[in-house]
C-alpha cells in the first residue's frame, strides 16, 4: 500500500512563518512506526502544499484541536477523489465521533499498536472504524524517519524519550492522553541523538526532546545525559522548575550540552497557579532559580498562559514586565483553552463557559474559546495581545538577546539571538497572531455545518465581533478588542 501521512497545519501569524524552526515528530514517528511493506510519505502542510492528487491507497491525518476544521475539510477533498481517509492525535483522541463524521477510521492514543494494525486492516480492504491505542512500554521504537523530513526545518533533529508527566496542571491533556510516566531504552534514545544525517552543522548538533517533562524520572534523566556527554551535542527540552534545585542533575546538564529549558512557568499571579494547579510554582523564588540555569550558561524558555480566573487585563499586560524582569530568555505566550480532558474542561463545561459559537480554529492558543471569569473574552483577547506586542517588541526582543550575549554558553546564546529574533522580526513586521474573530464570520458562511464540540450544553458566544467592555491596561488608554485605540 502506498501510504500518505500528513500533518495538518493552519498558520497561525497573518502572513505565516518566515521561517520554519523545529518541526513536529509525529509524522515522521508514524512513518518510522509503518511496516516496510508499505511505501510511506510524510506531507508537512506547514512546509508543503497537501497533495490531493496523491496515488497513496491510505491517508492519515495528525492534527490538534486548533486545526480540526481544516482537517476535516481535507478529508472531504480526499474522500471526493475516492480515497479512504484515517486520523488520529490528540483531538481525535477524544472527539472520535465527531472525527468519524468525516474519516473512515481513527485511531484514539497513542499509535504503536494501532497502526500497524490498522494498516494491516487496509491492506486487506477491511478497515474497522476505531482502533484504541493503549499506552504500552517505549522500548523498541525505531528511529524517526528524518530522512522524510522537509528541507526548510531550521533544527530538524526532534526526539521524545519519555512520554507522560506526574504533575496534573488544569489545563493540560498530557496526563489524559499519555498515563503514567514512561521512559525509552536509553541506548535507543542515543541511537537517535547520534543520528547525524543532516546538511547543515547546527543540524547535527541540536538536538531538541519534544518531551513532556524530561526530568520527571531522574535517575533515567542522569543515566541518558550521562551517555550523552561524550556525543559533544547541544540540545533542549521541556522540564519543571523544581530541576534547579537538584545540583548532580544540573552538573549533568552542563556536562552533556544543555542549551535550552523550557520551563512552564505560566503565571506570576499566585492565585492564578493555584487556578493552574501549578503548585511546584512559586513567584517569589522565580528570579532565583532562571539565575540557577543562567549560572550553568542555559538558556531559560518559559511559557505563560493568559486568563486564568485570577487573572485581569492589568495582570495579564504585566506580564510583559514580569518576564523581562524575572530573566526569561524567550517567553512563549498562550491563552488560556479548554482542551477535553483537562480539569479546565469540565469545570468550564460545568460552569457554562463554553463558547458554542466558536470554531474549533479558536483553540488555536492564540484565541479565546471560552469565557472569562472576570473580564469578557474580548477584552482577554485584547490584553493577551497588548502582552504579546510589549514582548515581541524590537527593544525587548533585542533587550533579551543582549543579555545573553557573554552570560549564556555559546549555543544557548545563539538559540536565545535565533527565537528572539523569529519572534522579533514578527513584531516589527506587524506579523501578528490570527485574530480568528475576523475570519470566523467567513468561516461560518463557508461551512455552515456544525464546527464546535457536541454533546456539552454550553454558553453561547456573543456576537463575536461586537466591541467588548472597556478595559484600562497599565500604561494605555481605554481599550476594546475590536478597535484597540492604543494600537500603534
Ligand atoms: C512537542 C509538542 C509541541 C511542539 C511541537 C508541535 C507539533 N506540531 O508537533 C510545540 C512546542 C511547537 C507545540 C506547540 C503547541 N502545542 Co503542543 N505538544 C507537544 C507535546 C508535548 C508532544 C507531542 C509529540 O511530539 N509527541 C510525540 C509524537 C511521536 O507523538 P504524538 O504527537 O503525541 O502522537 C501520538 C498519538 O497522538 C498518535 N497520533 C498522533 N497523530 C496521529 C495520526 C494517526 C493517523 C495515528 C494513527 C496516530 C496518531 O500517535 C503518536 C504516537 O503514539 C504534546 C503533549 C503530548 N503528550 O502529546 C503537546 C500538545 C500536542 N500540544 C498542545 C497544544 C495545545 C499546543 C499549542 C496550541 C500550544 C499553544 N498554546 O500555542 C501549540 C500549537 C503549535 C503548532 N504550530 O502546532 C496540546 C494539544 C491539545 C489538543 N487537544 O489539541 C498537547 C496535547 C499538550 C496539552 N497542553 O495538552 N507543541
Same mark, same amino acid.
Given at each position: 500500500?502506498?501510504?500518505?501521512?500528513?500533518?495538518?497545519?493552519?498558520?497561525?501569524?497573518?502572513?505565516?512563518?518566515?521561517?520554519?524552526?523545529?518541526?513536529?515528530?509525529?509524522?515522521?514517528?508514524?512513518?518510522? *512506526?509503518? @511496516?516496510?511493506?508499505?511505501? /510511506?510519505?510524510?506531507?508537512? &502542510?506547514? =512546509?508543503?502544499?497537501? #497533495? %490531493?492528487?496523491?496515488?497513496?491507497?491510505?491517508?492519515?491525518?495528525?492534527?490538534?484541536?486548533?486545526?480540526?476544521?481544516?482537517?476535516?475539510?481535507?478529508?472531504?477533498?480526499?474522500?471526493?477523489?475516492?480515497?479512504?481517509?484515517?486520523?488520529?492525535?490528540?483531538?481525535?483522541?477524544?472527539?472520535?465521533?465527531?472525527?468519524?463524521?468525516?474519516?473512515?477510521?481513527?485511531?484514539?492514543?497513542?499509535?504503536?499498536?494501532?497502526?500497524?494494525?490498522?494498516?494491516?486492516?487496509?491492506?486487506?480492504?477491511?478497515?474497522?472504524?476505531?482502533?484504541?491505542?493503549?499506552?504500552?512500554?517505549?522500548?523498541?521504537?525505531?528511529?524517526?524517519?528524518?530522512? *522524510?523530513? @522537509?528541507?526548510?526545518?531550521? /533544527?530538524?533533529?526532534?526526539? &521524545?524519550? =519519555?512520554?507522560?508527566? #506526574? %504533575?496534573?496542571?488544569?489545563?493540560?491533556?498530557?496526563?489524559?492522553?499519555?498515563?503514567?510516566?514512561?521512559?525509552?531504552?536509553?541506548?535507543?534514545?542515543?541511537?537517535?541523538?547520534?543520528?547525524?544525517?543532516?546538511?547543515?552543522?547546527?543540524?547535527?548538533?541540536?538536538?531538541?526532546?519534544?518531551?513532556?517533562?524530561?526530568?520527571?524520572?531522574?535517575?533515567?534523566?542522569?543515566?541518558?545525559?550521562?551517555?550523552?556527554?561524550?556525543?559533544?551535542?547541544?540540545?533542549?527540552?521541556?522540564?519543571?522548575?523544581?530541576?534547579?534545585?537538584?545540583?548532580?542533575?544540573?552538573?549533568?546538564?552542563?556536562?552533556?550540552?544543555?542549551?535550552?529549558?523550557? *520551563?512552564?512557568?505560566?503565571?506570576?499571579?499566585?492565585?492564578?497557579?493555584?487556578?493552574?494547579?501549578?503548585?511546584?510554582?512559586?513567584?517569589?523564588?522565580?528570579?532565583?532559580?532562571?539565575?540557577?540555569?543562567?549560572?550553568?550558561?542555559?538558556?531559560?524558555?518559559?511559557?505563560?498562559?493568559?486568563?486564568?480566573?485570577?487573572?485581569?487585563?492589568?495582570?495579564?499586560?504585566?506580564?510583559?514586565?514580569?518576564?523581562?524582569?524575572?530573566?526569561?530568555?524567550?517567553?512563549?505566550?498562550?491563552?488560556?483553552?479548554?482542551?477535553?480532558?483537562?480539569?479546565?474542561?469540565?469545570?468550564?463545561?460545568?460552569?457554562?463557559?463554553?463558547?458554542?459559537?466558536?470554531?474549533?480554529?479558536?483553540?488555536?492558543?492564540?484565541?479565546?474559546?471560552?469565557?472569562?471569569?472576570?473580564?469578557?473574552?474580548?477584552?482577554?483577547?485584547?490584553?493577551?495581545?497588548?502582552?504579546?506586542?510589549?514582548?515581541?517588541?524590537?527593544?525587548?526582543?533585542?533587550?533579551?538577546?543582549?543579555?545573553?550575549?557573554?552570560?549564556?554558553?555559546?549555543?544557548?546564546?545563539?538559540?536565545?539571538?535565533?527565537?528572539?529574533?523569529?519572534?522579533?522580526?514578527?513584531?516589527?513586521?506587524?506579523?501578528?497572531?490570527?485574530?480568528?474573530?475576523?475570519?470566523?464570520?467567513?468561516?461560518?458562511?463557508?461551512?455552515?455545518?456544525?464546527?464546535?464540540?457536541?454533546?456539552?450544553?454550553?454558553?453561547?458566544?456573543?456576537?463575536?465581533?461586537?466591541?467588548?467592555?472597556?478595559?484600562?491596561?497599565?500604561?494605555?488608554?481605554?481599550?476594546?478588542?475590536?478597535?484597540?485605540?492604543?494600537?500603534?
Amino acid at each position: 500500500m502506498k501510504v500518505e501521512i500528513i500533518v495538518v497545519y493552519v498558520a497561525r501569524y497573518e502572513r505565516g512563518h518566515e521561517k520554519n524552526f523545529v518541526p513536529p515528530l509525529t509524522g515522521i514517528h508514524l512513518a518510522a *512506526l509503518t @511496516p516496510g511493506e508499505h511505501e /510511506v510519505h510524510v506531507t508537512h &502542510q506547514q =512546509t508543503d502544499a497537501v #497533495p %490531493y492528487e496523491s496515488d497513496a491507497d491510505l491517508v492519515a491525518l495528525s492534527f490538534f484541536s486548533g486545526f480540526a476544521r481544516e482537517a476535516y475539510r481535507i478529508a472531504g477533498e480526499f474522500r471526493r477523489r475516492g480515497k479512504r481517509v484515517v486520523a488520529g492525535g490528540p483531538h481525535v483522541s477524544f472527539w472520535p465521533e465527531e472525527a468519524l463524521e468525516h474519516v473512515d477510521a481513527v485511531v484514539t492514543g497513542e499509535a504503536e499498536s494501532a497502526w500497524p494494525r490498522l494498516l494491516e486492516d487496509a491492506a486487506r480492504g477491511r478497515l474497522e472504524r476505531v482502533y484504541r491505542g493503549e499506552a504500552q512500554p517505549l522500548a523498541g521504537i525505531p528511529t524517526p524517519r528524518y530522512d *522524510l523530513l @522537509p528541507r526548510g526545518f531550521f /533544527v530538524p533533529r526532534v526526539i &521524545q524519550a =519519555t512520554r507522560g508527566c #506526574p %504533575y496534573t496542571c488544569s489545563f493540560c491533556t498530557v496526563p489524559a492522553l499519555n498515563p503514567g510516566f514512561r521512559v525509552r531504552p536509553v541506548e535507543e534514545v542515543l541511537r537517535d541523538v547520534a543520528y547525524d544525517d543532516f546538511p547543515w552543522w547546527w543540524q547535527r548538533k541540536i538536538v531538541w526532546f519534544w518531551d513532556d517533562n524530561l526530568t520527571a524520572n531522574r535517575r533515567y534523566v542522569k543515566t541518558l545525559l550521562t551517555g550523552m556527554v561524550p556525543l559533544k551535542k547541544w540540545w533542549l527540552t521541556q522540564a519543571s522548575i523544581d530541576i534547579t534545585q537538584d545540583v548532580e542533575l544540573l552538573d549533568l546538564m552542563e556536562a552533556s550540552g544543555c542549551i535550552g529549558i523550557f *520551563l512552564g512557568i505560566e503565571s506570576f499571579n499566585p492565585e492564578s497557579l493555584a487556578d493552574a494547579h501549578k503548585r511546584q510554582n512559586r513567584v517569589a523564588y522565580y528570579r532565583e532559580r532562571i539565575e540557577v540555569l543562567h549560572r550553568r550558561g542555559i538558556a531559560v524558555m518559559a511559557g505563560f498562559i493568559a486568563g486564568f480566573d485570577h487573572d485581569t487585563p492589568e495582570t495579564i499586560v504585566a506580564m510583559a514586565h514580569n518576564l523581562q524582569d524575572a530573566g526569561i530568555d524567550v517567553p512563549f505566550l498562550s491563552v488560556l483553552t479548554p482542551f477535553k480532558g483537562t480539569p479546565l474542561y469540565d469545570q468550564m463545561e460545568r460552569e457554562g463557559r463554553l463558547l458554542a459559537g466558536r470554531s474549533w480554529d479558536f483553540t488555536n492558543g492564540y484565541n479565546v474559546a471560552f469565557e472569562p471569569r472576570d473580564m469578557s473574552p474580548d477584552a482577554l483577547y485584547a490584553a493577551h495581545r497588548e502582552l504579546w506586542r510589549r514582548s515581541f517588541a524590537p527593544a525587548a526582543s533585542l533587550a533579551r538577546i543582549a543579555r545573553g550575549v557573554g552570560r549564556l554558553r555559546i549555543g544557548a546564546a545563539l538559540m536565545s539571538a535565533a527565537m528572539n529574533g523569529f519572534y522579533g522580526l514578527k513584531a516589527w513586521r506587524g506579523n501578528e497572531p490570527v485574530d480568528m474573530r475576523q475570519r470566523f464570520h467567513r468561516a461560518v458562511a463557508d461551512q455552515p455545518s456544525r464546527m464546535t464540540s457536541p454533546g456539552p450544553t454550553v454558553h453561547s458566544a456573543s456576537d463575536p465581533l461586537t466591541p467588548s467592555r472597556q478595559v484600562r491596561l497599565p500604561g494605555a488608554s481605554p481599550v476594546t478588542s475590536t478597535q484597540p485605540s492604543w494600537m500603534p
